[in-house]
């Protein structure tokens, strides 16, 4: 797992090929760095697990992302829970994600905490890298549905 500090850094561990889960939590990149991070993962085939978590992407980002994910089926979970892409974009990446998943094969979704399938999910963190009033809200936008594991 690499928790990225950078859009550059993200689009890097993702391009290495050798993470499965990279996250980028409250890094505001906004639709340009979602539209590279995009890029990105419609060639990439190691990363299961992309968070994005409140980076300011809006409807544009998520068409961008929306458009990557149909061509990246080995994707299992995405997360751009706090994103302001409005219901438009959400409803855009959810109907990419369910149109190439399969229901009940583990694969997950989430906007705003709500997840797309209703299966448990874990959501990595690690301590000192996420901090105490972000994991706090994470843990209570996702009650119910997510582990917390610090220290992974």
Same mark, same amino acid.
């Given at each position: ?30 639709? %340009? $760095? +979602? /539209?590279?991070? !995009?890029?990105? @993962?419609?060639? #990439? ?8 978590? &409140?980076?300011?992407?809006?409807? %544009? $980002? +998520? /068409?961008?992302? !929306?458009?990557? @994910?149909?061509? #990246? ?8 829970? &706090? ?5 438009? $974009?959400?409803?855009?990446? !959810? ?14 979704? &989430? ?42």
């Amino acid at each position: 797992m690499v928790v990225c500090d950078s859009v550059d850094a993200l689009c890097e561990a993702m391009v290495g090929g050798k993470e499965e889960d990279v996250i980028a939590w409250e890094l505001p990149f906004g639709d %340009a $760095g +979602a /539209t590279r991070i !995009a890029e990105v @993962l419609q060639e #990439n085939r190691s990363v299961k697990k992309l968070v994005l978590y &409140s980076c300011n992407i809006e409807k %544009a $980002g +998520a /068409t961008a992302l !929306a458009h990557a @994910l149909r061509g #990246n089926s080995e994707l299992r979970s995405f997360d751009y829970t &706090s994103n302001p892409i409005g219901v438009e $974009g959400s409803r855009e990446i !959810a109907a990419v994600w369910n149109k190439t998943r399969t229901s009940g094969s583990g694969h997950h979704v &989430s906007s705003g905490g709500k997840w797309h399938d209703h299966e448990p999910t874990i959501f990595h963190a690690t301590a000192g890298e996420v901090r105490q009033k972000s994991l706090q809200k994470a843990e209570n936008t996702m009650a119910g549905k997510t582990q917390v594991l610090l220290g992974v």
